[in-house]
């Protein structure tokens, strides 16, 4: 069974960079037709779609956070990551991971991980 | 403000059905598949719709989907207190180059 876990600082400062990893267990992360993905939810609100890496490599980010994103992937430790800089009050939200067939079907999920953004 | 728009919540009475709607525009919903996820509360969503109307292994077929034009609607049949969660459509936004999600359909189930 295909498992996603969401890892990283529970709490970041205004202006620094906000980093997860998500590490995968129970299927590999370098083989298959998988979309990597990101996806947060701010305090009682819908979700956003944050990004993917695709199996290959090749990246998509939402057009609000391009500037600021990065994702990557570890195939040796099984993880991928996201990275955003410059984060503001308005990044504070629960970060889930998720592997995808398309970016938006969304098979499995991280149980998710709280971020806030604070002083 | 979503590019997708769902109903902010539904309800109904247990046994009953209920139909979310979801609709979008010619970048997205019309020429790209949609999802449904279901978001119990404080827990991850999950994938219950795929491809407008596919259902994953486990998901049963109470949970019903469709696509016309720009719109796609979940259905859910036999309503039970467990159906109690958001429900969130997605897709692909050609327009965006974005997967984008609807803002969320909160069901009760009175």
């Known amino acids: 069974q295909v498992q996603l876990q969401e890892s990283g600082p529970g709490l970041v400062k205004p202006s620094q960079t906000l980093s997860l990893t998500c590490t995968v267990s129970g299927g590999s992360i370098s083989s298959g037709n998988y979309y990597w993905s990101w996806i947060r939810q701010h305090p009682g609100k819908g979700l956003e779609w944050i990004g993917y890496?695709?199996?290959?490599?090749?990246?998509y980010y939402n057009p609000t956070l391009k500037s600021r994103l990065t994702i990557s992937v570890d195939t040796s430790k099984r993880q991928f990551s996201l990275k955003l800089r410059s984060v503001t009050a308005a990044d504070t939200a629960v970060y889930y991971c998720?592997?995808?067939?398309?970016?938006?079907?969304?098979?499995?999920w991280g149980q998710g991980t709280l971020v806030t953004v604070s002083p | 403000q979503s590019v997708l728009t769902q109903p902010p919540s539904v309800s109904a009475a247990p046994g009953q059905k209920v139909t979310i709607s979801c609709s979008g525009s010619s970048s997205n919903i019309e020429y790209n598949y949609v999802s449904w996820y279901q978001q119990l509360p404080g827990t991850a969503p999950k994938l219950l719709i795929y491809e407008n109307n596919e259902r994953p292994s486990g998901i049963p077929d109470r949970f019903s989907g469709s696509k016309s034009g720009t719109s796609a609607t979940l259905g859910i049949t036999g309503l039970q207190t467990g159906d109690e969660a958001d429900y969130y459509c997605a897709t692909w936004d050609s327009s965006l180059s974005a997967g984008v999600f609807g803002g969320g359909t909160k069901l009760t189930v009175l």
């Open positions: 890496i695709f199996y290959s490599g090749s990246t």
């Open positions: 998720a592997r995808g067939l398309a970016a938006t079907l969304l098979v499995y």
